[in-house]
């Protein structure tokens, strides 16, 4: 049932940010994420390590995000931050993304060869989405997928050791 529910709200809170900034509304992401990242925390056995692992995730969606608007890649509708910096209603889709890290993705977990296709494709699927949805002010073009597919060949394994590195015991401390 937990996967179900994880499932749910990751597609809501995903299709509430990019609908919002289609829409001229991109705080609704700045909305439903937290919202979904609240009842993961609430339904996770370890809140501290999945609040960890949302936080990183928002770093490097932020540095990955902000590489492929400078390079070009796309042209999300902006926010707060001024290009080439990634908006935050696109920063709020990584850290939904880790919501689903440990329960309806866990299945991916210590499969990073799985991950790097899983990223490569689904990346610019996601950002091809997005963009026929109106949250960007112009599609990818085919150089622009092949750029985000590869980015995200590299950022989604890297976020699954970020997350089994928190997961291990004494991960995650503070104190390192």
Do not use: C
């Not at 909305?31 to 928002?58: F, G, K, N, Q």
């Amino acid at each position: 049932m937990r996967k179900i529910v994880n499932f749910i709200a990751f597609q809501a809170a995903w299709f509430a940010a990019v609908l919002g900034a289609a829409h001229g509304m991109p705080w609704l992401g700045l909305i439903a994420v937290p919202a979904a990242l609240a009842l993961h925390l609430m339904l996770s056995p370890d809140r501290r390590r999945e609040l960890l692992l949302a936080l990183a995730a928002a770093v490097a969606g932020f540095v990955f995000d902000s590489v492929l608007i400078a390079a070009g890649s796309f042209s999300p509708i902006p926010d707060v931050f001024p290009a080439p910096f990634s908006p935050l209603w696109m920063i709020m889709l990584w850290v939904n993304l880790a919501t689903t890290m440990n329960v309806s993705m866990g299945w991916l977990r210590g499969r990073y060869l799985l991950a790097a296709v899983f990223g490569a494709v689904g990346g610019p699927l996601a950002y091809y989405s997005g963009a026929r949805l109106g949250a960007m002010t112009r599609l990818p073009d085919a150089g622009g997928l092949v750029g985000i597919g590869m980015v995200w060949a590299i950022a989604f394994p890297l976020l699954l050791v970020v997350n089994g590195r928190l997961h291990k015991p004494g991960g995650g401390s503070m104190s390192r």
